[in-house]
C-alpha cells in the first residue's frame, strides 16, 4: 500500500480527497495504480462493493494475452474520448502503459508518434494495434494511417474480456 501510495503520488501530485488502488496483471507480474475520489469510493463501499478494478485493467490483460508471444514490440492503443491507453508489449512483457488526454485526432496522434519514439518503435515499419472509437474509413482512421503504415485492429473480445481474477466478479 505504501509503495502503491508514493507512485500514485510521483504521478498524479497530491492526493488530499483520493484513494490508492491497484490491480495485480498476473500476465505482466505487476499492478496497475489508480486512484478513486473519497465520495466515490464510499458509494462503492455503501453498495457492497469491495474489489475495484481500473478500466483499463482487462484491455491490458488481453492485449498480454494476445501479444504474449509476438517476435518484435507492438504498440497497442484503445481510443475512448477524451481518454487515450496506450501499451507497449515486447516480448511478451509490458514495456510501457499510460492513459492520455486527448482533445482530437491532433492530439491521438502525437502521443502515439511519441510513445512508439520513446520505445524505439517505428512508426513507417512497427504494428500499431488500435481498439475504441475508430472506425476504418473515418477520418481519424486516414490521418493515423497516412502516418502510421501498419495499423491494425485489435480483436474485441480478447482485447476487452479476457482476464483470470475478473471471471469471480458478479
Known amino acids: 500500500e505504501d509503495l502503491s501510495r508514493a507512485y500514485a503520488q510521483l504521478n498524479f501530485g497530491a ?19 489508480f486512484t478513486l475520489s473519497q465520495a466515490c469510493y464510499k458509494q462503492y463501499q455503501q453498495a457492497g ?9 482487462p484491455w491490458l490483460a488481453g492485449i498480454l494475452t494476445q501479444f504474449q508471444s509476438a517476435a518484435k514490440p507492438v504498440l497497442c492503443f484503445d481510443v475512448e474520448d ?7 508489449v515486447d516480448q511478451g512483457s509490458l514495456a510501457f502503459f499510460n492513459t492520455f ?3 482530437g485526432s491532433a492530439d491521438l496522434l502525437y502521443y502515439l508518434i511519441k510513445v512508439a519514439r520513446s520505445c524505439g518503435l517505428n512508426p513507417h515499419k ?5 481498439s475504441g472509437l475508430i472506425f476504418q ?3 481519424r482512421f486516414q490521418q493515423l494511417y497516412r502516418y502510421i503504415r501498419y495499423l491494425y485492429f485489435l480483436d474485441q473480445e ?5 482476464t483470470d481474477h475478473l471471471e469471480a466478479v458478479p
Open 15 to 33: 492526493l488530499d480527497d483520493q484513494v490508492v488502488l491497484s490491480n495485480y496483471l498476473p500476465q505482466a507480474k505487476a499492478y496497475l495504480v
Open 101 to 103: 488526454s486527448i482533445a
Open 82 to 88: 477524451p481518454l487515450l491507453r496506450v501499451a507497449v
Open 126 to 130: 512497427g504494428a500499431f494495434y488500435g
Open 158 to 162: 480478447s482485447a476487452h474480456t479476457r
Open 49 to 57: 462493493l469491495r474489489q475495484h478494478y481500473h478500466i483499463a485493467t
Open 137 to 139: 474509413g473515418t477520418e
